[in-house]
């Protein structure tokens, strides 16, 4: 059973268009985030959820709405899709919002915009 | 702020050579310091952590001495194999708050050559 799962894998997509990556966790965490990675490997934290609450949110523009319907589900829609938006993005989960526990990555989604 | 700085890659090195990949890092108090391993087409996997000065993480022959004096969390492996071929994060949690973040040094490809 994998434990963080995010679907799907790739993902190409013409600007202007919105798309959604879904999130899904099977280890009893309460807590999931969503981190970008860009093309030189750097990556950036982006939401997190505690319970279902948002906790952090960096400066990501609004066109990125994160929803939560329950502890195990943690989804990214994007609007209005933007080249540079492209990147692989991965969910990840821990217990707490205390991350000195181990964090679980899936194995992200690799976005394109065209 | 918090930050994390790690010597650029790529790094190249012959199966059975000794590894060291440099980490530093900015924090205020006493931050929790993770490496993170992302194998190819793969999530991040936590690799090994320390949670106090002085503490040695260790996994997989892979090792890293949390230094507070010279505020580093540099990765060693005494022999290195092709299957360690991976980039490589260096991490810390950052308190601040009532929220805590796991921010991400910029990684470092390793290339392990038979």
């Known amino acids: 059973d994998t434990a963080v799962s995010q679907t799907p894998k790739y993902l190409v997509t013409q600007m202007g268009n919105d798309k959604s990556i879904k999130c899904e966790q099977n280890l009893g965490h309460d807590t999931m985030y969503w981190y970008k990675q860009d093309s030189k490997k750097f990556l950036k934290i982006m939401f997190s959820?505690?319970?279902?609450?948002?906790?952090i949110n960096e400066t990501v523009p609004n066109r990125f709405s994160p929803k939560s319907p329950d502890k195990a589900h943690l989804n990214l829609h994007i609007n209005s899709l933007e080249l540079g938006d492209s990147a692989v993005y991965f969910c990840a989960s821990s217990q707490g919002i205390n991350m000195n526990t181990e964090a679980f990555f899936g194995q992200g989604t690799r976005l394109t915009v065209v | 702020g918090n930050s994390v700085t790690q010597m650029e890659g790529p790094v190249t090195l012959s199966e059975e050579a000794f590894l060291t990949i440099n980490c530093t890092y900015t924090?205020?108090?006493?931050?929790?310091l993770f490496w993170y391993v992302q194998y190819p087409g793969e999530g991040l996997q936590l690799l090994l952590k320390a949670t106090k000065a002085d503490d040695k993480g260790s996994n997989k022959g892979f090792e890293a001495t949390y230094r507070k004096e010279t505020t580093s969390f540099h990765l060693e492996k005494g022999s290195v194999q092709v299957s360690d071929s991976a980039v490589y994060f260096c991490?810390?949690?950052?308190?601040?708050?009532?929220?805590?973040?796991?921010?991400f040094g910029t990684g470092t490809l390793l290339a392990v050559q038979p």
């Open positions: 959820y505690n319970n279902k609450e948002l906790i």
């Open positions: 924090a205020t108090g006493y931050p929790s």
């Open positions: 991490a810390l949690i950052g308190y601040g708050g009532a929220t805590n973040k796991l921010i």
